[in-house]
């Protein structure tokens, strides 16, 4: 059974724009807490560009569309918070586990309770020295017609490969104001995108014009963080390159090695990597409440 807040359920049943946002990042990606205090301000931010915001988590093995303050505090504070992707949901769900939820089960999710939109930080991909590692939420991106706004993939993966995969599977991928795709910390990972866009309203006309030709699978909308909350990518790139060695050392694998090497990275840097990750969620949230006034709209 879906709960869904009743402030969502009012803007999705009368036509208001919406947006989804994922909570993996206040369980397994911040502290407290920094990590409550950028979830209520994602929905702030989606607030104040007219949408209302929808984050998603399991709680109690049912999910949730939209939280109550109580409930996002419990998912910031809590430590047996289960890390939920598309496989886990119903493990969760028989169990009545708590979880935070992944791109591809917010994605999921989204899409089953009316949501076309959905920010994030940095998608999954390929891992890099291990492509048969590939995050589920590639192939969620290639079924589920959902517009997922992030700032490209996490700089730890394979940037090459993750985009070869999105090709292969029929993902377009749009460049929000660029022609190349971002690199998370960095606004520009050397490779080229499908198309660049630079308005809201050129990506809802992109999504439209997929709907009506039935081609299967979400849009994904790269955003280069923020000029000045840039992390040089040769800076980048040594950290994530110490932070990989450290995790192979000691057996991290699987769901583990991101929020691993996130970890490794932000103590390495002093905390830059951090403060780029919040501008970025911040950016990628105001972009993504756009387009969905755009797509409500249109």
């Given amino acids: 059974m879906f ?12 036509g208001q724009p919406v947006v989804a946002l994922e909570s993996t ?3 397994h990606g911040l502290a407290y807490p920094t990590n409550l205090e950028i979830a209520h301000e994602l929905e ?44 886990d949901i119903p493990v969760a769900a028989a169990f009545r586990l708590n979880g935070a939820t ?36 590639l192939p969620e991106l ?27 599977h029929g993902v377009t991928v749009l460049g929000y104001g660029t022609d190349e795709f971002p690199a998370f910390y960095s606004r520009s990972g050397g490779l080229p995108v499908d198309a660049r866009v630079d308005t809201p309203e050129d990506v809802a006309r992109v999504w439209f014009v997929k709907q009506e030709m039935g081609l299967a699978g979400g849009l994904l909308v790269a955003v280069p963080v923020p000029a000045d909350a840039e992390f040089v990518a040769s800076e980048a790139e040594l950290a994530i390159q110490a932070a990989l ?13 991101t929020p691993f090497v996130l970890a490794r990275v932000a103590c390495q840097t002093e905390g830059r990597s951090v403060r780029a990750n919040l501008a970025l969620l911040r950016n990628n949230a105001q972009v993504a409440a756009r387009i969905a006034v755009s797509v409500t709209k249109s």
């Fill in 25 to 27: 990042l206040i369980s």
């Fill in 142 to 168: 290639a079924q589920t017609p959902v517009i997922v706004t992030c700032a490209g993939a996490k700089s730890l993966l394979d940037l090459p490969l993750t985009l070869e995969w999105l090709e292969t």
């Fill in 102 to 137: 992944t791109v591809a089960a917010t994605m999921y999710l989204a899409y089953r309770a009316g949501i076309r939109v959905f920010a994030t930080g940095g998608i999954g991909g390929v891992h890099r020295g291990h492509p048969f590692d590939v995050s589920a939420d």
């Fill in 245 to 257: 060695s450290a995790a192979d050392a000691q057996g991290v694998t699987g769901k583990a090695v």
């Fill in 44 to 87: 702030q931010i989606v607030r104040s560009e007219t949408a209302v915001p929808a984050t998603i988590a399991m709680l109690d093995g049912e999910p949730h569309i939209g939280l109550e303050d109580a409930f996002l505090e419990r998912l910031a504070r809590g430590s047996k918070i289960r890390k939920v992707s598309r496989r």
């Fill in 3 to 14: 709960h869904v807040k009743p402030e969502v359920a009012d803007a999705l049943s009368s």
